[in-house]
């Protein structure tokens, strides 16, 4: 269980935790913008105005 070690050093850590909060955000933005995307879509198939 060398990897967990390496894994929870204090050096390595300072590394990922800035990277998969980057990803994260960069996740979640894509997600809304997905889903704004899906809505308006719906929208227009039922023939809604969706910029009103």
């Not at 933005?29 to 969706?50: S, V, Y």
Request: without cysteine; proline residues 6%; charged residues 20%.
């Amino acid at each position: 269980m060398g990897w967990i070690e390496t894994l929870l050093n204090p050096a390595t850590l300072s590394l990922l935790i800035p990277i998969i909060a980057i990803v994260g955000a960069f996740s979640i933005a894509g997600l809304k913008a997905h889903h704004r995307h899906q809505e308006r879509i719906e929208k227009i198939k039922h023939g809604i105005d969706p910029d009103k």
